[in-house]
Nanobody
Framework: QVQLVESGGGLVQPGGSLRLSCAVSGSIFSINAVDWHRQAPGKQRELVAVLTSTGNTNYADSVKGRFTISRDNAKNTVYLQMNSLKPEDTATYYC?????????????WGQGTQVTVSS
């Protein structure tokens, strides 16, 4: 079983920065791709950033140049550095790692961490 603990959300003023963390633990052989998604109230969940097993990254147009996804393999932790935050970035952010464990492939979701950008 895979456990995820997300942290780093909070209230920040426009133009500010936050770094979200997602610690992955449990029965894991490997973590391949990792995604961050977000969902604002009344809106559909959207894909924000992707980090593939080969280290390639991809970002939603709305966050390109401002957000950076990364991982620390030694700590099994994934990060989302968010800079130049805007009010429209306000949402609940979800970590979504995919990989392999003793029961086969997993596609896990965190509980979400709230990010509010407001003056």
């Amino acid at each position: 079983q895979v456990q995820l603990v997300e942290s780093g959300g909070g209230l920040v003023q426009p133009g500010g920065s936050l770094r979200l963390s997602c610690a992955v633990s449990g029965s894991i052989f490997s973590i391949n791709a990792v995604d961050w998604h977000r969902q604002a109230p009344g809106k559909q969940r959207e894909l924000v950033a992707v980090l593939t097993s080969t280290g390639n990254t991809n970002y939603a147009d709305s966050v390109k140049g401002r957000f950076t996804i990364s991982r620390d393999n030694a700590k099994n932790t994934v990060y989302l550095q968010m800079n130049s935050l805007k009010p429209e970035d306000t949402a609940t952010y979800y970590c979504n790692p995919q990989g392999w464990g003793p029961k086969g492939h997993f596609d896990a979701w965190g509980q979400g961490t709230q990010v509010t950008v407001s003056s």
